[in-house]
Antibody, heavy 119, light 111 residues
Framework: QVQLQQWGAGLLRPSETLSLTCEVY????????WSWIRQPPGKGPEWIGE???????NYNPSVDSRVAISIDTSNNLFFLSLSSVTAADSAVYFC?????????????WGQGTLVTVSS | DIVMTQSPLSLPVTPGEPASISCRSS???????????LDWYLQKPGQSPQLLIY???NRASGVPDRFSGSGSGTDFTLKISRVEADDVGVYYC?????????FGPGTKVDF
């Protein structure tokens, strides 16, 4: 059964860079799209961006100038980097997998990482 | 961006009774390929969201058949034929017709 295990720093100061990693257990990268989604406390989710198994990425314009999503298929990992964070970036961050050959229909999710930005 | 709205935002339910949630998009979610890019997710308290429905009506693997999705264009509905205790949580619709994918504000279902 495919699982996503994510990790990264949970407390950042303003202007620092958020870095999260998501590891894919018992599954293949090929044929799937991999997304990052965040959810501010008490609010609905926000799609941050995605990367294909071949490394092609798409981002939400709301963070486009600060975000980068990358993959390491050799080690079944994909990454999120968000620079120049502010308090508005405080949220639970999730990694997720779209169904086979689909960019959406996120059928596997990581456990979530709470990121707090505070001085 | 495509704006998603949901109603109601809060839905008190009774076990064994039906429930219905409405979702509306600011643009049609029907693609020229014939597919409608609308998903439904349930986020149970303290958990990650879980996929219920994709393509507007396809139940995800393991989802009970008491859940059904319908609708077209800009208006969609998620129905629960008989609510069970395990169905409490926040339900979100999400459009994937164009990026950025956007979610609705959520409908909190509780007893």
């Amino acid at each position: 059964q495919v699982q996503l295990q994510q990790w990264g720093a949970g407390l950042l100061r303003p202007s620092e860079t958020l870095s999260l990693t998501c590891e894919v257990y018992s599954g293949s990268f090929s044929g799937y799209y991999w997304s990052w989604i965040r959810q501010p406390p008490g609010k609905g989710p926000e799609w941050i961006g995605e990367i294909s198994h071949s490394g092609s990425a798409n981002y939400n314009p709301s963070v486009d100038s600060r975000v980068a999503i990358s993959i390491d298929t050799s080690n079944n990992l994909f990454f999120l980097s968000l620079s120049s964070v502010t308090a508005a970036d405080s949220a639970v961050y999730f990694c997720a997998r779209g169904k086979f050959n689909m960019r959406h229909a996120f059928d596997i999710w990581g456990q979530g990482t709470l990121v707090t930005v505070s001085s | 961006d495509i704006v998603m709205t949901q109603s109601p935002l809060s839905l008190p339910v009774t076990p064994g009774e039906p429930a219905s949630i409405s979702c509306r998009s600011s643009q049609s979610l029907l693609h020229s390929n014939g597919y409608t890019y609308l998903d439904w997710y349930l986020q149970k308290p303290g958990q990650s969201p879980q996929l219920l429905i994709y393509w507007g009506f396809n139940r995800a693997s393991g989802v009970p058949d008491r859940f059904s999705g319908s609708g077209s264009g800009t208006d969609f509905t998620l129905k629960i034929s008989r609510v069970e205790a395990d169905d409490v949580g926040v339900y979100y619709c999400m459009q994937a017709r164009q990026t950025p994918f956007t979610f609705g504000p959520g409908t909190k279902v509780d007893f």
